[in-house]
């Protein structure tokens, strides 16, 4: 069993930069595949950026493509969502997910994520 809680959500305007953060519970964190995800008002889950167990591969959305980096510290039990040049289109509670996806395919589907933090919400005013 592995919980996961985010924190450092909240409200930025638009050009702006927030830092994410998610801290996992037990020893089993270095063997995750920890993933980033969003879903606003009305929409689907979507999945922005993944990092493999030990940081040596990336996954990323196109819509955050140069603007979201993914980063892991495994002696904290923790993984980073750097975020830069916010935009009102961002606007969403930010999930982090544990999970061990067959391949880098499936690092992307929410499918492949057992575990789930409770959400932070990010605001970026225009």
């Known amino acids: 069993q592995v919980q996961l809680v985010e924190s450092g959500g909240g409200l930025v305007q638009a050009g702006g930069s927030l830092s994410l953060s998610c801290t996992a519970s037990g020893r089993t964190f270095s063997s995750y595949t920890m993933g980033w995800f969003r879903q606003a008002p009305g929409k689907d889950r979507e999945f922005l950026r993944a990092?493999?167990?030990?940081?040596?591969?990336?996954y990323y959305a196109d819509s955050v493509k140069g603007r979201f980096t993914i980063s892991r510290d495994n002696a904290k039990n923790t993984v980073y969502l750097q975020m830069h040049n916010l935009k009102p289109e961002d606007t969403a509670v930010y999930y982090c997910?544990?999970?061990?996806?067959?391949?880098?395919?499936?690092?992307?589907?929410?499918?492949?994520?057992?575990?789930w933090g409770q959400g932070t919400q990010v605001t970026v005013s225009s």
């Open positions: 997910a544990a999970g061990r996806p067959a391949s880098g395919t499936y690092a992307t589907r929410v499918s492949s994520y057992d575990y």
């Open positions: 990092i493999n167990w030990n940081g040596g591969i990336t």
